[in-house]
């Protein structure tokens, strides 16, 4: 199979044309930071390059075994974001939720450990608030997604759920 063929024609059931903008933004951006962060796992292995862990100089080894397990899930959350609408799934529609939900997690883990002020921690609050609902709101209620979804459905023979699988 040729993969530049299959990279230009895109998803097969509907399309890029019929995948509203944002998410074949989604799906482009998200693959490309996995491609990055998988690129700099061999460069770590060999040392090449400047590594910083809470500004002290170290070893690629050393960044690669202390901060590659904490990028991880967020390297699978978006290679599924990005697999799942190229390809067109149902599953894939809650996954920009799950991203933003984690977010909020690692400010909230800022917030508990003190590493903010507490003006900051309501700046937090409110931001992180607001962009899962804006998000919540693309997701299930902007017409053109939702339109999509449906389309994808009836294309795929299937009926949406409330849960949009």
């Known amino acids: 199979m040729d993969l530049i063929g299959c990279i230009r024609r895109g998803p097969a059931t509907l399309g890029w ?3 509203p903008w944002l998410m074949r933004k989604g799906a482009f951006f998200s693959a490309l930071f996995v491609a990055l962060l998988l ?7 060999v040392n090449l390059g400047d590594y910083q862990v809470n500004g002290r100089h170290v070893t690629g080894p050393y ?3 202390h901060v590659y397990p904490w990028l991880l899930p967020l390297m699978v959350l978006l290679a599924a974001i990005a697999y799942g609408y190229w390809t067109e799934r149902l599953w894939a529609r809650p ?3 799950v ?10 883990f800022e917030v508990v450990t003190g590493d903010v002020t507490r003006g900051d921690a309501f700046s937090y609050a409110a931001w ?3 962009y ?4 919540w709101w693309y997701c299930y209620r902007k017409e053109t997604v939702a339109r999509y979804y449906q389309a994808l459905a009836s294309a795929r023979g299937g009926r949406m759920t409330s849960a949009g699988g």
């Open 17 to 19: 044309s019929e995948m």
């Open 39 to 45: 690129l700099f796992i061999p460069l770590s292995i």
């Open 63 to 65: 960044f690669l075994t």
């Open 95 to 97: 996954l920009p939720l």
């Open 99 to 108: 991203f933003w939900f984690g977010v909020d997690l690692m400010l909230l």
């Open 128 to 130: 992180g608030a607001a």
């Open 132 to 135: 899962v609902v804006v998000a």
